[in-house]
Structures are given as structure tokens and as C-alpha cells.
């Protein structure tokens, strides 16, 4: 099945409530008018100044791997690029001056995807073959409206916020139909994702370290599972430690994964110093002439000192080691926690330097609508989303398939 498919169908149960809300919106105070030859051009006439999004943090741009697609729909591994550049010059690249805010441009329209219902005139002419089309003049009510359903849909108010004025530059008092509406959304969500749609970078640096924070339950094991499978698949050598050692559980979970991805898994006894297995770790990639060492680590949160505590030795002790370690520290956010991501990221920046995100949980029950409000308020690359619990359910992130997919658009 194509990934989109995949996406469309299993990804947002939410994009059904985005898809239904905006549908609505256009019903309730809209006018089913006749197609007409030429669709209106719903874009503003000349160049509209959009709202400017802020400021997006620089974004490490060395040439990454691409993490490969779904291993049944990429025959074989992607060649790997290594950047020419160490990962520690990275941080200190000057911020991009972001490109100036564009107006939008909606896509080219495919056929009007109208109700299936043709108008009452069209039925008692028969002209039930041509559907007609509700479209909604944009005023201040539906703006709000369209404000609502953002916020609902876990975007966060600020983001919900500068969407809608965003799109409704230029356009106050069109008739826009509810394709036409979506068309506007899915572009205003594709411009603020695209920045962040980073795929993680890959350094010459051997081992690359990579450390894995998020809280309990976030995926941080399962995404660390994942992620092995592809790197090894893309001919990349791959060891993991297992940090989280208050936890046997979690040791055991890892080494699962570890058995599954065909890397191997260092483990220390329960309880042990995570700091000192990472040590150990590092010793024994070093030892292998390992690619990537992922670090998992604790993602307990009650006890917020201990933890910061503990992400900073193993970092020290790392560093002992490889002064630019850890390459990559990348933060497993569960998506279907909705807007306390956003926290979470607060929280997780303060305790250790986060490079990238990835999301997982973006099938089932997920609510997508916080990852716009995530790039819009952060700018943090996403490196990938998790789209399932099998090995290979981890893509990269496409911003324009992910924006048609939580609007419900065809591709
Ligand atoms: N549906 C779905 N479930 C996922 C995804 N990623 C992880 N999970 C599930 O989420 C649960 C928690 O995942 P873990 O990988 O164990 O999370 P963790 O952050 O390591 O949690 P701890 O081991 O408690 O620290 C498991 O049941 C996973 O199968 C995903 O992308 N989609």
C-alpha cells in the first residue's frame, strides 16, 4: 500500500474530525451554487503580506540519511551521504534567515470532490450528472469558526491563531468551498512543516552517539527498535545500551527490539549507573568500530532534579570519551498526548540539548494537530513518525502528505 494510503487511513482518526469540522463549517452558512465552467480562483489578487510565522531556530542541515521508507517499498537501502562537516560545528551554524511568508497558493484543483447531491435546480432539470457545490463567503463568523476547529484539533491557540489569518488574507468575502478550504489549510500547514521535515543527520564521527529521551511510555524503546532495523538495513553497524536501568522491564523490552533489529544490546544490573553502562557502551562501539550507539535513558518526570542529573552524567561521560558527543539527542514525543507535547519539549530542552524530535503514535487515536502547533512554536527538525508497533511502522515525515492526510485531502 502506498505510504499515503497508509497515512490517510491510519493516521489520523482526527484528520475525520478536521475533515468533518471544515465540511461543516462550509454547510452551515454556505450557498449550493451550480458548478461553474471555471472554478473561482479562491487566491487573493495581488500579494497579500500572510501573518510572518517566528523566527525558526537554525536547523543542522547536513546531508542525512534518509531513513529509509517502509522496507517492503524500498527494495534496497538508501546510499548514505556523510556530511562533510563535524556534527559539533553544527550548533553554532548562523540562524537561516527564514524566507519571507509567501501568499499561499492552492494546488491545482482536481475535479470539485462537490456533494454527490445535485442542486434542487440541476435534479428537476436533470442535470444530476454535474454536482453542485456549497460554497461559503469567509467572514469574521467563519473565521472563528475555522479558529475553533484548529484549537480543537490540538494546533494550540496562537498557531490556530496566525493559520486562519494566514489564509483568510486577501480572501474576506470569496466563496470558498469546503475543497477549497481544506486546499488553504493543507498549504498553510505544508509552509510551516517543511522547515522541520529533517531527516536525522548522520556524522562522520564513529560511533555516532545517539541519546533517546522522552517520557515512559512515549515509544523511546520501540522507536530505538526501529530506528536500528533501518540504519542496519542501510548498511549502518548499530549498537544500543540500555539506560534505563531502574527498570528490568525496560532492559528486557530493549533487548526484544535489539533481537529483532539484529543489533546488539548492552545491558547493565538493576539499578546499576546508566552513566557507567554508557561508558561501557561507548568503550565496546568504539572497540566494533560501530556507525551509531543509541542511548536509551529514563523518561521518569516526577522527579525532575534526579533525571536532569542523570542525562548530564551520562553526557559527561561520554564526552570523556568523544568530546562532541552525543551527536543526536533526539526526543520521542507520544502524539496522542495533544498539546502536552508542547511541555514536554519545554521540559525536555531544559534537561538536555534536543536536536530532533520524533513522533510516534501517529495512527490509532492520534491528534496530529499538535505537530503543526510543535514545528510553529519550536522549530525542531522531525526526523520521523511512528505509524505503528512493527519494525518497519517508522517514515519519514512528509509535511505535504501529513498536511493533506489531517485535512482530509486525496493525493
Ligand atoms: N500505535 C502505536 N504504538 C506505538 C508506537 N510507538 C510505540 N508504541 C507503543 O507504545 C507503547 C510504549 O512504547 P515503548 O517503546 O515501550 O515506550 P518507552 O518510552 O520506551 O516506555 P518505557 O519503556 O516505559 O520507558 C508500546 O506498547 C508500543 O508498542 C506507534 O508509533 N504507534
Redesign the pocket.
Known sequence: MAFFSKLKERLFKSSSKLEEGLDAIVEEGGVEEPPEPDTPDPTPAPDPEPTPLPDPPPVPDPAPVEIPSRPDEVPQAPPVEIPVERATELPQTPPEAPAPPTPLEIPETKAEAAPARPGLLGRLLGRGDTPAVTRRALDDDMLEQLEELLISADMGVDTALRVTANMAEGRMGKRLSSLEIKQLLAAEITRIMEPVARPMPLYPNRPQVVLVV?????????????LASQFKAAGKSVVIAAG?TF?A??VE??QV?GDRAGVPVLTAPEGSDPASLAFDAMTRAEADGADLLMI?T??RLQNRADLMEELSKIVRVIRKKDPSAPHNTLL?L??TTGQNALSQVEIFQKLADVSGLVM?????T?RGGVLVALADKFGLPIHA?????QID??APFDPEDFAAALTGLER
Open positions: 522522552g517520557v515512559n511510555g512515549s515509544g523511546k524503546t520501540t522507536t530505538i527498535g526501529k534505563d527498570r522491564a525496560a523490552q530493549l527490539w536509551d529514563a523518561g520521542v507520544d502524539a510516534t503514535k501517529l495512527d490509532g492520534a513518525i511512528g505509524v505503528g508497533e511502522d517508522l
